[in-house]
């Protein structure tokens, strides 16, 4: 895993949520729920694909989408009632089958990430359900949020038992 980004490192980042912690997010433990967390971290991940491409028309036009294949989730911190957090997400690399992604919850109460939220997403044909390569499209305006993401100068903090892997 690599370091962290700082709070500041985050915020080059445009949040895709910005919001309160609510008092169906909490748990018995007090504070925001697992469920929440995985909820609004793959939200944001889909808005980018979204922005991307992979939208209402594109499912039902073309019948391709985009499926989740693995995630892995980290706590840093916790959310509490009343926490106003902001939930910030980025596209790290791509296959011409798989994308590669991660989204951060950051607690603006206290200026710290809270969550991490990192997934791999596969492309697939919702008439075979099967793998199948990503549209010229899509393809191109995830290499130009891929590139803003490296443009950002900092390493996402991926836990590098995951991610696009290549032959």
């Known amino acids: 895993m690599s370091d962290l980004p700082s709070f500041e490192n985050i915020l080059q980042i445009p949040a895709t949520f910005d919001q309160q912690v609510e008092p169906e997010f909490i748990d018995e433990n007090g504070h925001m729920n697992i469920g929440d967390y995985?909820?609004?971290g793959s939200w944001a991940m889909w808005?980018?694909?979204?922005?991307?491409?992979?939208?209402?028309?594109?499912?039902d036009e073309l019948q391709l989408t985009l499926f989740t294949a693995e995630q892995h989730i980290r706590y840093y911190s916790e959310l509490r009632l009343g926490d106003r957090f902001t939930v910030h997400s980025r596209i790290l690399e791509r296959s011409a089958?798989?994308?590669?992604g991660m989204s951060f919850i950051v607690d603006q109460e206290t200026s710290s990430l809270a969550c991490t939220l990192e997934a791999t997403l596969v492309h697939v044909s919702t008439?075979?359900?099967r793998t199948v390569d990503i549209s010229d499209?899509?393809?191109?305006?995830?290499?130009?949020?891929?590139a803003e993401s490296d443009a950002?100068?900092?390493?996402?903090?991926?836990c590098g038992a995951m991610g696009v892997r290549r032959r």
């Open 38 to 40: 995985f909820r609004l």
């Open 152 to 158: 950002l100068g900092w390493a996402a903090p991926v």
């Open 127 to 129: 008439a075979t359900r």
């Open 97 to 100: 089958r798989v994308v590669h």
């Open 137 to 146: 499209e899509v393809a191109s305006a995830l290499d130009v949020m891929i």
């Open 47 to 59: 808005k980018n694909t979204q922005a991307a491409g992979v939208d209402r028309e594109y499912v």
